[in-house]
Protein backbone atom coordinates (compact mmCIF):
# COMPACT_ATOMS: atom_id res chain seq x y z
CA UNK A 1 0.00 0.00 0.00
CA UNK A 2 1.16 3.45 -0.91
CA UNK A 3 -0.07 6.73 0.04
CA UNK A 4 -0.16 10.01 -2.18
CA UNK A 5 0.55 13.89 -0.91
CA UNK A 6 0.97 16.75 -2.85
CA UNK A 7 4.19 17.53 -4.00
CA UNK A 8 3.58 20.85 -1.52
CA UNK A 9 3.02 18.59 1.78
CA UNK A 10 5.65 16.63 0.48
CA UNK A 11 8.45 19.31 -0.23
CA UNK A 12 7.21 20.41 3.73
CA UNK A 13 7.87 17.20 4.89
CA UNK A 14 11.09 17.22 3.02
CA UNK A 15 11.66 20.59 4.45
CA UNK A 16 10.56 19.81 8.11
CA UNK A 17 13.15 17.13 8.11
CA UNK A 18 16.45 18.70 6.85
CA UNK A 19 16.17 21.61 9.32
CA UNK A 20 15.16 18.89 12.26
CA UNK A 21 18.36 17.29 11.19
CA UNK A 22 20.58 20.07 10.54
CA UNK A 23 19.25 22.47 12.86
CA UNK A 24 17.95 20.42 16.01
CA UNK A 25 14.42 21.68 15.00
CA UNK A 26 15.36 25.33 15.16
CA UNK A 27 13.93 27.33 12.52
CA UNK A 28 15.38 30.25 13.96
CA UNK A 29 19.00 28.96 13.73
CA UNK A 30 18.25 27.64 9.86
CA UNK A 31 17.28 31.24 8.96
CA UNK A 32 20.02 32.80 10.76
CA UNK A 33 22.90 30.43 8.89
CA UNK A 34 20.68 30.92 5.68
CA UNK A 35 20.96 34.97 6.24
CA UNK A 36 24.43 34.35 7.11
CA UNK A 37 25.37 33.81 2.71
CA UNK A 38 23.01 35.70 1.48
CA UNK A 39 20.78 38.83 2.25
CA UNK A 40 16.66 38.86 1.47
CA UNK A 41 15.50 40.68 -0.31
CA UNK A 42 12.12 43.61 0.66
CA UNK A 43 10.16 41.34 -0.18
CA UNK A 44 11.07 38.02 1.04
CA UNK A 45 11.19 40.37 4.33
CA UNK A 46 7.23 41.01 3.55
CA UNK A 47 6.65 38.00 2.97
CA UNK A 48 8.30 36.42 6.18
CA UNK A 49 6.69 38.60 8.27
CA UNK A 50 2.98 38.20 6.93
CA UNK A 51 4.10 34.05 7.52
CA UNK A 52 4.91 35.04 10.98
CA UNK A 53 1.90 37.21 11.23
CA UNK A 54 -0.56 34.50 10.15
CA UNK A 55 0.89 31.56 12.45
CA UNK A 56 0.69 34.11 15.60
CA UNK A 57 -2.72 34.48 14.62
CA UNK A 58 -3.38 30.47 14.51
CA UNK A 59 -2.27 30.15 17.70
Known sequence: MSSV?????????????????SFDGSLPAFIAAFTRR????EKEIAQIQEM????????
Request: glycine share 0%.
Open 52 to 59: IEKAASED
Open 5 to 21: ISREDYEALQSEHFVER
Open 38 to 41: RSLS
